[in-house]
């Protein structure tokens, strides 16, 4: 059992910068591959990146946020993080985070993910 804290979101400008962290329970952290989320009003929820283990660690990310944001790990910290740069308002929504002991290639479905956070608010003005 993995519980998962989001924390950082916050109302922001369009063009500024924002970290969010997640925070997980347990001793098994670093075996879990993670993802971030996110979802709009009225929108389904979306992939936004991912950190995948069996992959040797390597980062994927939605197109729309590439180059602009990036998910890294503290497993001392039992800590995933979003680093968003160039904030648009079209990124705002609720960012979840997620743990996963799948395998395969499917890091950017929702069901690849075992234990979800609640989510943190994150509102980019323009």
């Known amino acids: 059992q993995v519980q998962l804290i989001e924390s950082g979101g916050k109302l922001v400008q369009a063009g500024d910068s924002l970290r969010l962290s997640c925070a997980a329970s347990g001793r098994t952290f670093s075996s879990y591959s993670m993802g971030w989320f996110r979802q709009a009003p009225g929108k389904e929820r979306e992939f936004v990146a991912a950190?995948?283990?069996?992959?040797?660690?390597?980062?994927y990310y939605a197109d729309s946020v590439k180059g602009r944001f990036t998910i890294s790990r503290d497993n001392a910290k039992n800590t995933v993080y979003l680093q968003m740069n160039s904030l648009k308002p079209e990124d705002t929504a609720v960012y979840y985070c997620?743990?996963?002991?799948?395998?395969?290639?499917?890091?950017?479905?929702?069901?690849?993910?075992?234990?979800w956070g609640q989510g943190t608010q994150v509102t980019v003005s323009s």
């Open positions: 997620a743990a996963s002991r799948e395998y395969g290639r499917r890091w950017s479905d929702r069901e690849y993910y075992n234990y």
């Open positions: 950190i995948v283990n069996w992959t040797g660690g390597r980062t």
